[in-house]
Each structure stands twice: as C-alpha cells, then as structure tokens.
C-alpha cells in the first residue's frame, strides 16, 4: 500500500509563491510519473503538471509560473508556484503512477488547500 502526504498549502496574496509537497511512502517498487491536479470548486479536476524520466509537461494555465520537480531518493515531488493568481486556488492533489511487475497503480493524495486573494 502506498501513502501520499502532501504540505504546503496555504493562503497567499495574489503575485505571492507557494511551494507544494508530496513525499509517497510505503510499497512502490517504480514510479512512471508523479502528477499534481487541482480541483477548484463546481469545476472539474485539472492536470496541472507532470513529471516523468523523460521530462515535465504543464497546463496552459500555469506555464511559465510553476515548475514540478522530483527527489527520487525520497519519493517525493514538489509543486513551486510563482506569481499566483485567483484563479489558482483549488484542492491541489499529488497523484503518483506506479507499478510492480506488469501491475499498474495510481495513489492519491489527501489533497492541500490554496487559496489566493486579490
């Protein structure tokens, strides 16, 4: 079983920073990418950025203002947020896609609030 705990979350004024956490314990044997979604509310979940070996890809949205990166030693990703915007407040989830063997699996998050003020 896998565990996601997310950090760093939080209420932030508009053009401010935020950066994000996700450390994933437990039984993962090989990570095929690390994801963070959002979800703001009476709105769809949202893909915001993705990690993988061969590279990172973003929303629209938040190009240019986010930057995803990994700590493979520790099984953790990071979410850093630049020049926020109202709009960017959401549930932000951490999502890993793992697998053992031929098995796949997809572990989520609790999910961290942030929220910005204009």
């Known amino acids: 079983q896998v565990h996601l705990v997310e950090s760093g979350g939080g209420l932030v004024q508009a053009g401010g920073s935020l950066r994000l956490s996700c450390a994933a314990s437990?039984?993962?044997?090989?990570?095929?990418?690390m994801n963070w979604y959002r979800q703001a509310p009476g709105k769809q979940r949202e893909l915001v950025a993705t990690?993988?070996?061969?590279?990172?890809n973003y929303a629209d949205t938040v190009k240019g203002r986010f930057t995803i990166s990994r700590d493979n030693a520790k099984n953790t990703v990071f979410l850093q947020m630049n020049s926020l915007k109202p709009e960017d407040t959401a549930v932000y989830y951490c999502?890993?896609?793992?697998?053992?063997?031929?098995?796949?699996?997809?572990?989520w998050g609790q999910g961290t609030q942030v929220t910005v003020s204009s």
């Open positions: 999502n890993v896609l793992h697998q053992r063997r031929s098995v796949k699996y997809d572990s």
């Open positions: 990690i993988t070996s061969g590279g990172t």
């Open positions: 437990g039984s993962i044997f090989s990570i095929n990418a």
